[in-house]
């Protein structure tokens, strides 16, 4: 079993719906990254988070530590968020090397 | 303000070539690390390093080397390219000095074929 494990691992929604990613982990961690790569790019880091809640623009994270488990909220979705969004870890004491869930893939259909 | 740079972007190998994967970062980060994405799959760790002449193994290590002997560069030798080690490969750098929040930077990746 991944110790760090995505739902969906697909999704497709019409421009303007609110979107839900989770991230569900099974090990101690420090911090917790949501990612971002757009088809044949490069992959670009949307929030870390230890606790909490963090919003930038449309995009909302949460962390509930004690359930070991994420969101990433996408609100008012446009077909520029198509991209696949990728969760990882930190695990305490690990030079910061990175754990990775497989990804989810989301296309927003305008 | 270049970041994390990757060469090639591109590059198709015959089996038992070799090659080295370039990846420079100028933000004087001192942990660097290489990864490899396949499809369906989440991104593996080859080698990281944690700075200049300090480098470890991480999940994939096997069939790659690694050396970091400057702060700003960190490249990845194949020796004896194999079909397995057909992959897109990212190099990515952080740094620990000051405040502990701070994400990895990433580069665009390489897309490596082994023929």
């Known amino acids: 079993k991944n110790e760090v494990e995505q739902s969906p691992q697909n999704l497709t929604a019409q421009e303007g719906e609110f979107i839900t990613i989770n991230c569900s982990y099974s090990v101690g961690i420090s911090a917790l990254h949501w990612l971002q790569q757009h088809p044949g790019g490069g992959i670009v880091s949307l929030f870390m988070l230890s606790s909490g809640k963090k919003k930038h623009g449309r995009l909302i994270a949460t962390i509930n530590i004690q359930e070991k488990h994420s969101s990433l909220h996408i609100t008012a979705s446009h077909p520029r968020d198509s991209a696949v969004y990728i969760c990882a870890v930190n695990k305490p004491f690990g030079n910061e090397k990175l754990t990775f869930g497989t990804g989810t893939r989301l296309t927003i259909i305008p | 303000n270049a970041g994390v740079t990757q060469t090639p972007k591109f590059r198709i190998l015959k089996i038992g070539q070799s090659m080295t994967l370039q990846c420079t970062q100028d933000?004087?980060?001192?942990?660097m690390y290489w990864y490899r994405q396949d499809p369906g799959m989440g991104l593996k760790l080859i080698y990281y390093s944690v700075g200049a002449g300090i480098t470890d193994k991480g999940e994939v290590p096997n069939g790659y080397n690694v050396s970091r002997s400057t702060t700003e560069d960190f490249p990845l030798r194949l020796e004896l390219a194999a079909p397995s080690q057909t992959s897109v490969y990212f190099c990515a750098s952080f740094s620990v000095a000051g405040a502990r929040n701070q994400p990895q930077h990433f580069g665009d990746g390489t897309r490596l074929s082994i023929l």
């Open positions: 933000m004087n980060h001192n942990y």
